[in-house]
């Protein structure tokens, strides 16, 4: 079935470093890619929707220069997260939208550790 | 108050055990999906339904579009059933991505 391939699963990084995490639609094409984060007992939080070809929109209080998001193709959305803080690290994860009759599939996540 | 309230937050069940978790919402709606998530983190949609029920296995979900209610039950339930469950709302004419997600039930099996 059409699934989303995230990588890295799991990733540590030094303060003051970037990590580009990907998610690649996989036999569908996905103009939309939406980009959550996850805080350990929460809720999924949306940060910020990414579309094919344009600009990310993103959700208030979320840094657009810190979450840089690149979808500049249908099957490839990319999170780069930009001077990494022991704050930024959390459980980031994907979705991308197949139809009205499936829903929503998601990504395996990423768990990003800051040192 | 939350849009979408799941209950139980914990819930602890023996094996074989028939298990259901609800979900309740209080905003208009498309569809509701059902998510499992493991240890680990990553998140598998079990079901999207609009209305009515739906089986897969031992797993059955049912919705009340008029209640704003909707049930995910277990049944003959098995330790590699433990996980988080998260009922997430869709309306596809909404913002926020389109998906509002409750804080989830953890369910813990034992054997």
């Known amino acids: 079935g059409a699934v989303v391939s995230q990588h890295p699963s799991r990733v540590i990084c030094k303060s003051g470093t970037s990590v580009k995490i990907e998610c690649r639609s996989l036999?569908?094409?996905?103009?939309?890619m939406f980009w959550y984060r996850q805080f350990p007992k929460k809720s999924l939080m949306l940060m910020a929707t990414s579309n094919e070809g344009s600009k990310a929109t993103y959700e208030q209080g979320v840094e657009k220069d810190k979450f840089l998001i690149n979808h500049a193709s249908l099957t490839l959305s990319t999170l780069t997260v930009t001077s990494a803080h022991p704050e930024d690290s959390s459980f980031y994860i994907c979705?991308?939208?197949?139809?009205?009759?499936?829903?929503?599939?998601f990504g395996s996540g990423t768990r990003l550790t800051v040192v | 108050k939350n849009e979408v309230e799941q209950s139980p937050q914990n819930l602890t069940a023996q094996e074989g055990e028939f298990i259901t978790i609800n979900c309740s919402y209080s905003v208009g709606i498309s569809a509701l999906h059902w998510l499992q998530q493991h240890p680990g983190g990553g998140i598998v949609s079990l079901f999207m339904?609009?209305?009515g029920k739906k089986k897969h296995g031992r797993l059955i979900a049912t919705i009340n579009i008029q209640e704003k209610h909707s049930s995910l039950h277990i049944t003959a339930s098995h330790p590699r059933d433990s996980a988080v469950y998260i009922c997430a709302v869709i309306n596809y004419g909404g913002s926020q991505g389109n998906l509002i997600f409750g804080k989830g039930t953890k369910l813990s099996v034992k054997p």
């Open positions: 979705s991308a939208l197949l139809d009205r009759v499936f829903g929503y599939t």
């Open positions: 339904l609009s209305s």
């Open positions: 036999d569908f094409q996905a103009t939309t």
